[in-house]
């Protein structure tokens, strides 16, 4: 789908508007990893082999540049990630919110940093389509981030292998699983990288994929104490707005995200960066003579 076919919201001057106010306007732009959420979740997988039991995954998503989050904060953020042992780094979409200009090459030099055994993947979202999804595979490419928009990678390891999936934004009607599922070799444990959580809905029925990773709701920015779950929810991320599911037999996770959209308060909902475990529910056998 071409940028000039996509649906953008309304009054985009006002957004952009808000947003450089938001992000000159501010004291508080120094990245302090105390102001971060470093969720560390263990996900088991059925038939996960004992050669991916351990692997991290780290997820970075909504960075949404420019719109609070400057590029100086980018980059001290990206240095502590950077400390952060992890075998592979995925980004979920949302790198810009209503500029790009002027931030283009500040997201890249931040994402080249970004290192792991595994490499690095990513997938677009709804504000990457509404700015320019050329730029930001132009930024991916450049920035050494294999593009999963409906693609997949498969990484082998001591002879097992695990899917990386990717579908792009189906707020803007990008998405195309079939395109995925078409590629993807089966009877390998898969994980499904998918800007929108209420994705899931389409992705569990395919009974494909074990895992989906998503952002797109910064938690609601709003998380109600002890129920832990948000009243604020936009399309597209009304039925898993935050943290953990179960979709049929699939796991969707949701990430707070690290930007913020049209308002930059977060009330117990801390900006989140992802490290998700990979277990196995292999049984290991122990031999008794
Ligand atoms: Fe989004």
Known sequence: MKDEEID???????????????TYSLPDKKFNPKNIDLVEVDIELD?????????????????????????EYLDELIDYVA??????????????????????????NSLKKLQAPYGKVGVLGNHDHWMSSEKIRKIFKNSG???LSNDVITIEKNGDYLNICGVDSCTVCADNLDKVIAK???????VLLAHEPDFAKESSQTKLFDLQISGH??????????VETTPFRGPNSTKYP???YKVGDMIQY??????TNSFRIRINCKPEVTIITLKTNKKQKIKIE
């Open 242 to 244: 935050v943290g953990l």
């Open 145 to 147: 981030i294999v593009d």
């Open 47 to 71: 038939d996960l082999s004992w050669n991916f039991n351990n692997f991290k995954i780290l997820n970075l998503t909504d960075i949404h540049l420019g719109q609070w989050i400057n590029p």
């Open 254 to 259: 949701t990430s707070k995200g690290l930007g």
């Open 83 to 108: 400390t952060l042992n992890v075998d592979l780094i995925t980004l979920t979409g949302d790198y810009f919110s209503y500029v790009i200009e002027g931030y283009e090459e500040s997201l890249e």
């Open 217 to 226: 709701s910064h938690g609601g920015q709003f998380i109600i104490p002890k």
């Open 184 to 190: 993807m070799p089966k009877n390998i444990p898969s």
């Open 8 to 22: 953008r919201p309304g009054a985009m001057k006002i957004r952009q508007g808000i947003q450089d106010a938001m």
